[in-house]
């Protein structure tokens, strides 16, 4: 079993910046693609960014140039590194984790990330 957890969630001000993280723990040999994905009230979830285990990534038209998607393998962590915050951004921010050859999808519970106006 994999477990997912994320932290760094918030209340923020429009313009403001969080930094989400989110740590795999449990059995896992191998860690391929993380990612981050947004719901908000009343919307379907959707993709904000991926990236690879080799560090490639990609970004949500929505949050290119405002946010940054990174991981550090040694620690089974990935980032979201969210500047230049827009009310919009208001969502429960969720990681995923695609573990082991048989890709099993991994997802924590949500931190939820405020932007006022």
């Known amino acids: 079993q994999v477990q997912l957890v994320e932290s760094g969630g918030g209340l923020v001000q429009a313009g403001g910046s969080l930094r989400l993280s989110c740590a795999a723990s449990?059995?896992?040999?191998?860690?391929?693609?993380m990612g981050w994905h947004r719901q908000a009230p009343g919307k379907q979830r959707e993709l904000v960014a991926t990236?690879?285990?080799?560090?490639?990534?990609n970004y949500a038209d929505s949050v290119k140039g405002r946010f940054t998607i990174s991981r550090d393998n040694a620690k089974n962590t990935v980032y979201l590194q969210m500047n230049s915050l827009k009310p919009e951004d208001t969502a429960v921010y969720y990681c995923?984790?695609?573990?082991?050859?048989?890709?099993?999808?991994?997802w924590g519970p949500g931190t939820q990330v405020t932007v006022s106006s």
């Open positions: 990236i690879t285990s080799s560090g490639d990534s």
């Open positions: 995923n984790a695609v573990v082991g050859v048989s890709r099993r999808n991994y």
């Open positions: 449990g059995t896992i040999f191998r860690l391929n693609a």
